[in-house]
């Protein structure tokens, strides 16, 4: 049975009222809205990208690129750049990045099957995961 529990219960968290009707706001008060199993790749991607529940980003970050190596809102592989993002601001976990890291490696022949629009980077942002592995 799925947790339907809102982000907003959940974390205890409360709406932003702060009355500047920004897209970021109004996308903050939806997102919080949403039980944790209905956050979306753009909203996993805005919340590495604002440090919004970082943990809980990550998490569901690795699961969705574990699920699909090219998954992104705006372009493809735009889930692994925020992963990489969260490893260039420290924002990730030791446990998390060990995830992260055995998923890349085990994915390994998986993704070198598939083409990407952008080979180039979606291999290096592979290569920086794979740089910082012991």
């Known amino acids: ?15 932003d009222e702060s009355g500047f009707n920004s897209g970021l706001v109004e996308w903050y008060n939806s997102m919080i809205d949403k039980s944790i199993e209905e956050l979306e790749v753009e909203d996993v991607a ?21 699920n699909d190596p090219r998954a992104g809102e705006l372009y493809e592989g735009e889930v692994l750049e925020v992963l990489c993002l969260s490893i260039e601001r420290k924002i990730i976990d030791s446990e998390q990045f060990e ?8 994915l390994d022949e998986k993704i070198k099957s ?21």
């Not at 805005?46 to 574990?66: H, S, T, V, W, Y």
């Not at 995830?99 to 085990?106: G, S």
């Open 99 to 106: 995830r992260l890291a055995t998923l890349v490696v085990t």
């Open 1 to 15: 049975m799925e947790n339907k529990e809102r982000i907003k219960q959940v974390y205890e968290l409360e709406y």
């Open 46 to 66: 805005r919340m590495i990208r604002q440090n919004i529940l970082p943990k809980l980003a990550i998490d569901k970050a690795i699961e969705i690129f574990g």
């Open 114 to 134: 598939i083409e990407f629009e952008d080979e180039e980077e979606f291999r290096q942002n592979l290569g920086y995961i794979l740089e910082h592995h012991d």
